[in-house]
Nanobody, 114 residues
């Protein structure tokens, strides 16, 4: 059984930084694409960033230049470094991993407020 566990969410003031981590555990083969979505209250879930096994990234325009996605294949972990956070970044952030099927984490709350 594959499980994804996120950590690193919390509350921060505008302009601050947070680093999210997501560890994949269980019995599985090669992890394909890993990434992050987010969902703000009353809005649809939207892609934040994704990264291939070879490190090719795709980052949403709304966070480009502020957020960086990376992964450690040896640790089955994906990271999201979030800098220059804005109130509109407030959302629940979900990590996902494609391992034949798509698996999701439980979500971690990020709140940006003064």
């Amino acid at each position: 059984q594959v499980q994804l566990v996120e950590s690193g969410g919390g509350s921060v003031q505008p302009g601050g930084s947070l680093r999210l981590s997501c560890v994949v555990s269980g019995s599985f083969g090669t992890i394909g694409i890993m990434g992050w979505y987010r969902q703000a209250p009353g809005k649809q879930r939207s892609l934040v960033a994704q990264i291939t096994v070879n490190g090719v990234t795709n980052v949403a325009d709304s966070v480009k230049g502020r957020f960086t996605i990376s992964r450690d294949n040896a640790k089955s972990t994906v990271y999201l470094q979030m800098n220059s956070l804005k109130p509109e970044d407030t959302a629940v952030y979900y990590c996902y991993a494609i391992i034949l099927d798509t698996y999701w984490g439980q979500g971690t709350q990020v709140t940006v407020s003064s």
